[in-house]
């Protein structure tokens, strides 16, 4: 009987086991690629494949709606756009040439502490969309040559695009683990080669690549965020619901 039970236990969990692999996969072909340790056409082959088992495994976790993905904010904090030149940005050769394919969303923060001098308190970053995480990086240093710190990649199997929050001071998601717009990924911070400098302003690097293919191609959101909800309310409404709850 008990093997019989650790039999039926085993079948249980081996969906979430095998999501879990893939995320895994996805992160430690990323980290390959981020350090230059794996040629460019070898890298995009491995990524399609594990691409396309990421939408067959979680196809499901898609969802409409974005959310403005640093909490308190808007729009206005990104500097109308202006700051994103996605032209000649490749993903598979690790970007060596640091082109800016993102949005870098400013925060108050005049004396650099990752608090905000407005609330006092630190800054949360939401997801911009629904989806589910594939990469983190966590624990960094200021010896690390990572530009992006403590990031979160996460994919979004509706729009199969790849949604990466970067600079963060500290990380509350897991690989494999599901979100939808507006959930907490961690709070805002300084860390990365460049960001942590004293001429860089505290804020988010936020980019979307869309897989294209397989090309990874720079996706502007800009006209997402500011048409994007309030990640405040977003997770304003979470709150009270889980407090209603008995």
Request: glycine share 10%.
């Amino acid at each position: 009987m008990k093997r019989i039970a650790l039999f039926l236990v085993t079948l249980l969990f081996l969906p979430s086991l095998a999501s879990a692999g893939v995320c895994n996969d996805w992160n430690a072909l990323y980290q390959r690629i981020r350090d230059y340790r794996i040629k460019p056409a070898v890298a995009q082959q491995e990524f399609v494949k594990l691409h396309r088992q990421l939408q067959r495994e979680f196809a499901a976790a898609g969802a409409r709606g974005r959310v403005f993905p640093v909490v308190g904010y808007d729009a206005a904090s990104g500097e109308k756009g202006r700051n994103y030149h996605g032209k000649g940005y490749r993903f598979f050769t690790g970007n060596p040439n640091g082109i800016h394919a993102a949005h870098d969303l400013f925060i108050h923060d005049v004396d650099q502490d990752s608090i905000d001098d407005g609330s006092g308190t630190p800054v949360t970053v939401a997801a911009f969309s629904a989806g589910v995480v594939v990469g983190v990086n966590t624990g960094w240093e200021e010896t690390s040559a990572v530009r992006g710190g403590n990031y979160v990649w996460v994919f979004d199997p509706l729009t199969s695009r790849y949604n990466y929050y970067a600079h963060l001071q500290r990380i509350d998601v897991r690989l494999g683990q599901t979100v939808k717009a507006g959930d907490s990924l961690g709070i805002l911070g300084r860390t990365g080669k460049n960001a942590i400098m004293p001429r860089s302003p505290t804020h988010l690097h936020f980019m979307v690549l869309a897989f294209d293919g397989g090309r990874m191609t720079p996706h502007n959101p800009w006209q997402e965020l500011v048409s994007a909800r309030s990640a405040e309310n977003q997770l304003s409404a979470v709150s009270s619901q889980l407090s209603a709850k008995p």
